[in-house]
DNA sequence: CAACCCTTCCGTGCACTGTACGGAAAACCG
DNA sequence: CGGTTTTCCGTACAGTGCACGGAAGGGTTG
């Protein structure tokens, strides 16, 4: 009698269990962990030792999981604060790309999807004020922005497939030489400065970003 | 007697019929008319009126020819010329603009994969030595080519998701209306030059392109 | 108290995916 | 002629997103 109420467990909460908050979080977990080719609903549910279908009541499709991590993480970035512009958004975009690297996953996802989420709007807002403090207007205030977003994008991408290309399979020396060697051959000794050294990144990071800001001060009105 | 000679169709070709060029050049096509998300092998064989397993004779896996396709169409843009280095990277980014277009999966694969192909290897030199022409070198070189190559790609990225937003579905103005409003509502009027005319996409361009080079511009030696 | 509905949960099923495996036939080579 | 290699591909398997419908409980209403 497998039926009987005593082999049962009919109770259910009062409360419900999942929420789309709760899925969020996990859906954020499960992305650091085995990245957007890793994501499934179905692992999604067992993360949270629920039915894959129940996610259904909370979200109308992955599609949707998706765009609401990925706007959790953006959320992550910390508010503006206060400041001269260039250290602002020296600081800002430091964030970006500190968050980037923390879910690699994420140029992934923007490149692909439009940002329209709220914690991706505000920061466009910090973004927009900012420079429109420092003068900018118009067409120009828009470029501004519009660049210093696909820089951070940019750069993070390649740093990451660059790490994962690197430390994929087992003892990265070797690819890693292959690696180097190939573009070696290609492109010559000009990238000879191109990812060769772990910790570069971190400089050739503020070095284009100043460029960019140097490109953008040209720009601002005199004072 | 379904088996007879007469209903078989045994004729095997002395040459083959498929081939890596035939199958990246369909992959192409493909993904122009159905975009990542739209791409499969067994698309990718009807179209080649192929059987699905036929095709990874010539290829080992589907990420294979993801790579395939794209190194291809990065082949279509031309060799950089001669100039002076600001015209000549305007007209070279410019033409890896229209190509990206012309592609709009483009983007969303170079954010994911390093791009290691004969012909984004050689466009990579081509920046390189344009570049290190007007006298730019080290770490400085190489952070000028990546700020390049992400305004790029950052640029046509968003570009093409505010297409494929705004045109998606029926009727297009309600959609675009809807979504420059939410725009307006969050990020305010500073936003209000932001992607709201169809045109303006090439203006723009120019525009963030110019503030880059500027940046760039001020690295160069004196003279 | 009963009758009803609404919310939450989820099992089943369907159409589709990438690709491992093995076979079949022709071409080439001794 | 026999054996090997090249090209082609059918079948099968484990996995995917999600439509559908049902079940169980709480809440609301007679």
Redesign the interface.
């Given at each position: 009698m497998p039926e009987s109420i005593w082999f049962r467990d009919d109770a259910r909460p009062r409360a419900p269990r999942l929420s789309r908050e709760r899925i969020v979080e996990a859906a954020v977990a499960l992305l650091d962990a085995e990245g957007v080719a890793g994501f499934s609903m179905r692992a999604l549910a067992a993360r949270l030792r629920a039915g894959t279908m129940s996610l259904y009541e909370y979200v109308k499709s992955k599609e949707d999981v998706l765009d609401l991590a990925l706007d959790e993480v953006i959320g992550e970035i910390e508010p503006p604060g206060a400041g001269p512009w260039r250290e602002l958004l020296v600081r800002q975009l430091t964030q970006s790309r500190q968050v980037m690297r923390r879910h690699s996953w994420v140029?992934?996802l923007?490149?692909?999807?439009?940002l329209?989420g709220?914690n991706a709007?505000?920061r466009?807002?910090g973004f927009?004020?900012a420079l429109?403090d420092a003068g900018l207007s118009?067409?120009?205030?828009?470029?501004?922005?519009?660049?210093l977003?696909?820089?951070v994008?940019?750069?993070v991408?390649?740093e990451n497939?660059?790490w994962d290309?690197v430390r994929t399979p087992e003892a990265d020396a070797e690819i890693r030489g292959k690696?180097t060697r190939?573009?070696d051959d290609?492109?010559?000794e000009?990238?000879r400065?191109?990812q060769v050294d772990d910790g570069?990144f971190d400089?050739?990071f503020l070095?284009?970003l100043?460029?960019?800001?140097?490109?953008?001060a040209?720009?601002l009105p005199p004072g």
């Open positions: 140029p992934a923007t490149a692909t999807r439009p329209l709220p709007l505000a466009s807002r927009y004020s429109a118009g067409a120009t205030l828009t470029a501004a922005v519009g660049t977003s696909s820089y994008n940019g750069f991408a390649s497939t660059w290309t690696v190939h573009l290609h492109v010559g000009l990238a400065h191109a570069d400089a050739q070095l284009g100043d460029l960019v800001l140097d490109g953008i040209t720009r």
